[in-house]
């Protein structure tokens, strides 16, 4: 019995942010697109973004929000395909947003109305979508991609790979895409999680395990990076935008410092020695619950036996203890790895595909888009506008 193959123009694999914003491109213009989605539902991951409410871009997105090992490599697609592009596609489909901090653009009530605008759009161009897809096998033949995929044969023109990383397996991330890079000669770059909270070494863990879900504004650092946004203490150790920001950066057996003050050691200082100047017989404790929380402030003091009155320590003491607050060290254990991690750093290397329409160089035909690629995001609605914008160029040429 003869068997029957499908024949598409364009085959996505992945239906996620980047991979349904390809599909949707190049089906209006005219090309005959399947997009194939091994879970039984497409966009898993924009919906459970953002606390649920899908940081959907940042308007300042720049070069600088991303980590690659060749980091000029998201210019052309963010030029081509910018933020406001994408707000005004939301705002044309009646997304209802907010600004929560400058700049970072979040759905009002939950993230469903950015699947179902790009879910439209896919029906509007004409694209079909599949779920519970399972690919088995990828080959080049002179003519375009045959496919196995649920034991039946499927031809394309085009493929794109918009399969995502490692992070959040129950959401679908698997190590597929790069597997599939690696047959057809591309070298991938070695991946660990990112955007992901820190474990700590169990005393420190243990000390703090009291103080679960206080948080507060602080700078955190490694020798080279830094942010200033807010620490969230777990039972497993810390998360928060802060920590996981520096995660990104972070290497194991490096230490972190944390700045409780901000980068505001001049005037906690001034204000410290006033204190002590005008009102003696008072604590550490006074001060610094002005500043953190009280259970916090308990709990810091209590840690380093500063429980005498100012008056017991001198202003040269003082200046010690207040440094140490401002380049506090913290050695993670380690990190709670993919199970939590928002991205995948590393992956594809970029080196070996254009920055301006994603297709291979090594393979005609063969395009990589979204997460899947050696570009990693900030946290703050950077990693959705690299999938879209290098979702819309891969869309335009395939």
Not at 302 to 324: I, M, N, R, T, V
Not at 326 to 331: A, D, F, I, L, N
Request: with cysteine; proline share 5%; charged share 15%.
């Amino acid at each position: 019995m003869a068997v029957t193959t499908e024949v598409f123009d364009v085959v996505v694999l992945g239906a996620g942010a980047a991979g349904l914003m390809c599909a949707a491109t190049a089906g209006y213009s005219s090309r005959r697109v399947l997009v194939l989605e091994k879970s039984n539902k497409p966009g898993k991951k924009i919906l459970m973004s953002g606390g649920g409410r899908c940081n959907f871009t940042h308007l300042h997105t720049q070069q600088n929000h991303y980590i690659s090992a060749n980091p000029a490599f998201c210019i052309s697609a963010l030029k081509r395909y910018t933020p406001q592009d994408f707000l005004e596609l939301a705002e044309r489909h009646g997304v209802e947003w907010t600004e929560k901090t400058p700049g970072q653009l979040f759905c009002v009530d939950s993230s469903r109305p950015i699947l179902d605008l790009l879910l439209t759009e896919c029906e509007w161009a004409g694209v079909e979508l599949r779920t519970k897809q399972e690919v088995s096998a990828v080959n080049k033949q002179a003519n375009g991609f045959a496919l196995t995929v649920n034991g039946k044969s499927i031809m394309a023109e085009s493929l794109v790979v918009a399969t995502g990383g490692l992070s959040i397996p129950t959401l679908g991330g698997s190590p597929f895409g790069y597997q599939l890079a690696e047959q057809f000669g591309h070298t991938v770059l070695p991946t660990r999680a990112g955007l992901v909270p820190v474990t700590l070494q169990p005393e420190l863990r243990d000390s703090l395990a009291a103080l679960a879900g206080v948080s507060a504004n602080v700078l955190v650092k490694t020798e080279q990076h830094a942010f200033n946004e807010p620490l969230l203490i777990t039972h497993r150790g810390l998360s928060g935008p802060g920590i996981l920001q520096i995660s990104s950066y972070w290497q194991p057996g490096e230490t972190l410092w944390v700045d409780w003050s901000q980068d505001q050691y001049a005037q906690w200082r001034e204000a410290l020695h006033q204190q002590k100047r005008q009102q003696p017989h008072s604590h550490w404790l006074v001060f610094l619950q002005q500043h953190l929380s009280k259970r916090l402030a308990q709990w810091l003091l209590a840690f380093h036996q500063w429980q005498e009155p100012l008056q017991h320590y001198s202003f040269e003491k003082l200046d010690q203890q207040l440094s140490l607050l401002c380049h506090w060290p913290v050695k993670p254990n380690g990190t709670e790895g993919y199970r939590t991690a928002e991205v995948t750093l590393g992956g594809v290397d970029t080196r070996q595909v254009s920055s301006r329409d994603f297709e291979s160089e090594l393979v005609p035909g063969l395009y990589f888009i979204g997460e899947v690629l050696d570009v990693t995001g900030h946290l703050g609605g950077h990693n959705f506008q690299w999938a879209w914008s290098s979702g819309f160029c891969a869309g335009q040429k395939v």
